[in-house]
C-alpha cells in the first residue's frame, strides 16, 4: 500500500512550458511538503502546507505555486519552465505530534523532471 | 542558519568491515535529528529520529548515536545490500509547523561483496 504518491515519476518537457506535479497521502498526516533535490543530492525544502495552510515558503521563483485541494494532496505547478528547473522534487508528510517534538517525514518516490 | 555537514562524502567499505558516518549539525532549538537512506532512483527512506544528547537507536546492522553537535551513523558487519546513501537531516525550533527540516548532502555507502 503506497504510502506518499507522486504523478507523473519522469517528466520532459521545453522551456517555457507550465507542468504540474500531483502528490498524495493515505497516511492521515496534517502536514505535506515539497523538496528539489539538484544535480549534487541536496535535497531543499520549497514549501509546506499544515492542514490546507501555506506554512513554508522558501524563496522560491513565483513561477513555483503549491496547491492543496484537501489534507491528502498537495499538488505543484510550475509556469514558464527553465532549464534551472530541472530536478527532482519530492513530496514528503508528516504528522505534528506537538509543538516541542520532532516529527520524521515520508517521502514519495519523485518525479525526475527534464526541461530541454 | 541551520547547517548540516556530513562526512565522507563516499565510503567503499568490504562486506562485513564496520565503520561510521558522521553528520555535524548547527541548529537552533534541536527539535529532532533524523536519519534516511536513500536508493538511486528512489524517495528517502526514514531509518531514526533521536531527540536528546546521548540517545541512541538501532535497526539490524546501524545504530544512530547523538551527541549535543554530531550524530553518528554506525554500521556493523555491512552487507552488500545496505549500499545507497545515508542522508541526516535536522529540524530547528520555530514556530509550531514551521520547523524546517534542513538536510545534509549524504555519505554514498558501497559495500564490496
Known amino acids: 500500500d503506497t504510502a506518499v504518491s507522486q504523478t507523473p515519476k519522469y517528466l520532459v518537457t521545453q522551456m517555457g512550458n507550465d507542468k504540474s506535479i500531483k502528490c498524495e497521502q493515505n497516511l492521515g498526516h496534517d502536514t505535506m511538503y515539497w523538496y528539489k533535490q539538484d544535480s549534487k543530492k541536496f535535497l531543499k525544502i520549497m514549501f509546506s502546507y499544515n492542514n490546507k495552510e501555506l506554512i513554508i515558503n522558501e524563496t522560491v521563483p513565483n513561477r513555483f505555486s503549491p496547491k492543496s485541494p484537501d489534507k491528502a494532496h498537495l499538488n505543484l505547478h510550475i509556469n514558464s519552465l527553465e532549464l534551472g528547473d530541472s530536478a527532482v522534487y519530492f513530496c514528503?508528510?508528516?504528522?505534528?505530534?506537538?509543538?516541542?517534538?520532532?516529527?520524521?517525514?515520508?517521502f514519495g518516490p519523485g518525479t525526475r523532471l527534464t526541461v530541454t | 542558519e541551520d547547517q548540516v555537514t556530513q562526512s565522507p562524502e563516499a565510503l567503499r567499505l568490504q562486506e562485513g568491515e564496520s565503520s561510521s558516518l558522521n553528520c555535524s549539525y548547527t541548529v537552533s532549538g534541536l527539535r529532532g535529528l533524523f536519519w534516511y537512506r536513500q536508493d538511486p532512483g528512489k524517495g528517502p527512506e526514514f531509518l531514526f529520529t533521536l531527540y536528546s544528547a546521548g540517545e541512541e537507536k538501532e535497526k539490524e546492522r546501524l545504530k544512530a548515536t547523538l551527541t549535543k553537535k554530531e550524530s553518528f551513523l554506525h554500521i556493523t558487519a555491512p552487507k552488500p545490500e545496505d549500499s545507497a546513501t545515508y542522508l541526516c537531516a535536522a529540524q530547528g525550533g520555530g514556530v509550531f509547523g514551521n520547523e524546517k527540516l534542513t538536510f545534509g548532502t549524504g555519505t554514498r555507502l558501497t559495500i564490496i561483496p
Open positions: 514528503a508528510s508528516s504528522h505534528a505530534k506537538d509543538a516541542t517534538s520532532g516529527y520524521e517525514q515520508y
